[in-house]
């Protein structure tokens, strides 16, 4: 009873997505008491791994990689943040331009250059920017524009200029990382504003730092064109280079999966740990029986495992 009847308060605090104090009370001082030691060991383990790796990249915000799972923007949602006009006016562009340019070999624009990463998407757009061929783009009111001002029709070479714009838009990008943020719980303006710095701080990481371009400002131009064009090789919509560039969603469905088991472990731990702390009272009734160290030695494996799962979600 002792473990159980008296109550005490809890104070949490997300330090990751800056969410908190919140204070939780009438819980019963046994839970407390628990909760409160492993979550000091834990925190003390994590701030010994945080203080002596490098100090440029917080461990502590970037738990679990949340940083490079939030840039795998494939999937479910993803170009939903995006708006209509830039995605029409970039699948339009491909289906006109880009696959033709790759279909007519060469050296202007070569199917490594899209894959690989060897031109960035405005270089990308750039080569496929034939004044030859004709097509549309679409305005900010996502209306479709087949023709210049003059009545002369939008050939590629304009409708490259057009979506290069929209590219470089510094609100458009925002409306992307807002909605990154936002999906994964930085719902707060200084969650949000958080979230960013770590998003960059990411993109820098992983090496998006030697070109001319912001790192976030490069990021969101690849990563749009690059969804943009898995999304037409999925839909069966990229004639004649679909063979050439559908190996690209293997890579990406093997990483969806490992994103994937990333967000519903903790949410394993979580109820593992909520069934061991509230057995707890329960099976220290056996401290009075002979059993009391077989009682004693499961909650030690139980809360030990749990610790260390704890440490090497970090």
């Not at 490079?68 to 995605?87: C, H, K, Q, T, W």
């Not at 009111?141 to 290069?164: K, L, R």
């Not at 929209?166 to 999906?183: A, F, R, T, V």
Request: charged share 15%.
């Amino acid at each position: 009873m002792a473990f159980i009847v008296p109550k005490d308060r809890i104070l949490l605090y997300d330090e990751m997505y800056n969410k908190g104090p919140e204070l939780i009370e009438n819980i019963p001082r046994g839970i407390a008491t628990i909760a409160g030691v492993l979550n000091n060991i834990e925190r003390g383990m994590i701030s010994i791994i945080d203080t002596s790796s490098d100090p440029s990249v917080s461990g502590r915000l970037n738990s679990g990689g949340t940083g490079f799972m939030m840039l795998d923007i494939s999937g479910e949602g993803a170009l939903s943040f995006v708006s209509s006009y830039v995605l029409n006016s970039i699948m339009k562009y491909n289906e006109d331009c880009l696959f033709l340019e790759i279909a007519k070999g060469g050296n202007t624009l070569t199917p490594a250059d899209v894959i690989e990463g060897k031109k960035n998407a405005i270089g990308i757009i750039n080569a496929a920017s034939n004044p030859a061929v004709f097509t549309c783009y679409y305005d900010t009111s996502n209306t479709m524009v087949c023709d210049n001002p003059g009545g002369m029709p939008v050939t590629c070479y304009d409708a490259a200029g057009v979506i290069a714009g929209y590219l470089s838009s510094q609100s458009e990008q925002e409306k992307l990382y807002d909605g990154i943020c936002k999906s994964w719980g930085f719902d707060s303006p200084l969650a949000i504003f958080q979230c960013k710095n770590l998003v960059e701080s990411t993109i820098r990481n992983i090496g998006f730092t030697t070109f001319s371009y912001d790192p976030r400002q490069y990021f969101y131009m690849q990563a749009v064109l690059n969804e943009v064009l898995a999304d037409q090789i999925r839909t069966g919509n990229a004639p004649g280079v679909v063979s050439t560039l559908g190996s690209r969603d293997t890579g990406s469905s093997f990483l969806g999966a490992i994103i994937h088991a990333n967000t519903w472990i903790p949410v394993i731990k979580a109820s593992l740990s909520a069934l061991a702390v509230s057995i707890t009272p329960f099976v220290l009734l056996f401290a009075a029986t002979p059993l009391i160290g077989r009682a004693l030695s499961l909650l030690a494996g139980m809360f030990i495992w749990l610790t260390t799962w704890g440490l090497l979600m970090f």
